[in-house]
């Protein structure tokens, strides 16, 4: 079982729209998470950092829930520009290097 | 402030040669790492560095080898390339352990 488990998706979605995406973590130790995004042939570039009390960037909310082991994040008024894959990130405590998903992808239409 | 570099940007490899891959970051951060990603497979870890004069195995350490002789630059070398090495190879670097690690834009290589 993976260690980090994303929806691979793809979402399909008209621009506008609300969507939101789910990720699963196995390991309790997490004891910090991020959101990346990665656009087509790019690097994976970090979106938010995912707090305990969930948090909000412009049209962006990250939501952790510790006790089900599962971090989300929230995607309001959708624009073409989304349109990307979103890692889902753990720093799993006694690692030297963050866990990555394998990623979710979105993709925004007209 | 160019954040993480990486050279080259492309390569093509006959099986059997070698290369290194070299990256640099301007940030003054101890830890490094290199991944590999494969179409439809996360990032995998190779090596990883915490700090100058240090390396340590990732998850897919096999066939490659690294150097961080100073901190800003660490080398990723493949020693006798393989068609199973053919990927997207990316460098990463952070503050220390738990932090956002910051990305390269990658090398794309071929070994045919």
């Known amino acids: 079982r993976k260690e980090v488990e994303q929806d691979p998706g793809p979402f399909n979605v008209p621009e506008g729209a609300t969507v939101a995406f789910n990720c699963t973590y196995s390991n309790s130790a997490s004891q910090s998470f991020f959101w990346y995004r990665q656009d087509c042939r790019k690097e994976p570039k970090l979106l938010m950092s995912?707090?305990?009390s969930g948090n909000e960037d412009g049209r962006f909310t990250a939501q952790l829930n510790r006790a089900s082991q599962y971090i989300s994040l929230l995607i309001r008024d959708s624009k073409l520009s989304d349109s990307a894959t979103y890692l889902c990130v753990v720093n799993i405590v006694g690692r030297r290097a963050l866990t990555f998903g394998s990623g979710t992808r979105l993709q925004v239409q007209p | 402030n160019a954040g993480v570099t990486q050279t080259p940007k492309f390569r093509v490899l006959k099986t059997g040669q070698s290369m290194t891959l070299l990256c640099a970051q301007d940030m003054n951060h101890e830890y490094m790492y290199w991944y590999r990603q494969d179409p439809g497979m996360g990032l995998r870890l190779i090596h990883y560095s915490v700090g100058e004069g240090t390396t340590a195995k990732g998850e897919v350490p096999d066939g490659y080898n690294v150097s961080r002789l100073k901190k800003q630059n660490f080398l990723l070398g493949l020693e006798s390339a393989a068609p199973s090495q053919t990927s997207v190879y990316f460098c990463?670097?952070?503050?220390?352990?738990?932090?956002?690690?910051?990305f390269g834009p990658g090398t794309r290589l071929t070994v045919t």
């Open positions: 995912v707090y305990s």
């Open positions: 990463a670097s952070s503050y220390g352990r738990g932090y956002e690690q910051y």
